[in-house]
């Protein structure tokens, strides 16, 4: 089997409780995205979806377990080799008010992921996204939650990952931009990138996704592949 994958591997991930004791979220999971897969992960809430999206993009590390981003160890993100290779990984979240900075323009916020030392024209990624050009001036106050949404997608684009993992991405989005920013990810995947979406809707996974990964709500290590 290629190396070539983002992986996780029996990942235990817990979190104190209000009384002091220790709750599972996740207990022994692993999954694997390969390059050109779209794989959706769905369950019941509070069962550790986003904790495993997390910390495959290297923003959570697990109590036991291990991730690899093509056959390279996903390290503590504050480590230079766990920032390396978590420049391979880019995450969407489910709310782009909170992710996107209120303080910078739509266009800054893209061009603050591009690498040191690029000066790429943006112009085409945001035709990807399905934005125009006079909403790059605009700040996230003064457009709407499907524009700001594309606008995040474009800046993790920007970066230009291998993996994506996508969270929730179109929960809080209309029929009509959850099409377009799905179009996008299914281009993503089309030129060989590797998604990893969650979501609790069940027709955009079969829909989407090449494979569906359940993760269950009593047991949390029972992995159901569709």
């Known amino acids: 089997m290629s190396d070539k994958a983002l992986v996780a591997e029996h990942i235990s991930k817990s979190f104190g409780a209000t009384d002091g004791s220790a709750k599972d979220v996740l207990m022994d999971v692993s999954l694997r995205v390969e390059p050109g897969q779209i794989v959706g992960l769905r369950g019941p809430s509070g069962v550790g979806k ?20 093509d056959g390279v160890q996903i390290e503590a993100v504050r480590s230079r080799a766990g920032q390396r290779v978590r420049g391979r990984i880019g995450m969407v979240f489910q709310s782009p008010r909170r992710s996107c900075d209120p303080r910078m323009t739509l266009g800054r916020t893209i061009r ?23 909403l790059l001036d605009r700040f996230p ?75 269950d709500g009593d047991m949390r290590a029972n992995v159901i592949q569709f």
Request: include cysteine; charge should be negative; aromatic fraction near 2%.
């Open 141 to 215: 106050s003064q457009v709407s939650d499907g524009q700001l949404q594309r606008a995040a997608v474009a800046r993790t684009l920007a970066a230009r990952p291998r993996y994506l993992v996508c969270d929730e991405m179109t929960a809080m989005l209309d029929a009509a931009n959850s099409a377009a920013i799905v179009e996008v990810i299914r281009g993503f995947a089309a030129n060989g990138g590797g998604v990893l979406m969650i979501s609790h809707e069940h027709r955009l996974l079969d829909a989407v996704c090449d494979r569906v990964v359940q993760l």
């Open 50 to 69: 986003s904790t495993l999206g997390r910390i495959l993009a290297g923003l959570e590390v697990p109590d036991a377990g291990r991730c690899l981003c």
């Open 112 to 134: 603050s992921a591009l690498r040191q030392g690029e000066r790429e024209d943006i112009a085409g990624l945001i035709q990807k996204v399905g934005l125009t050009p006079d």
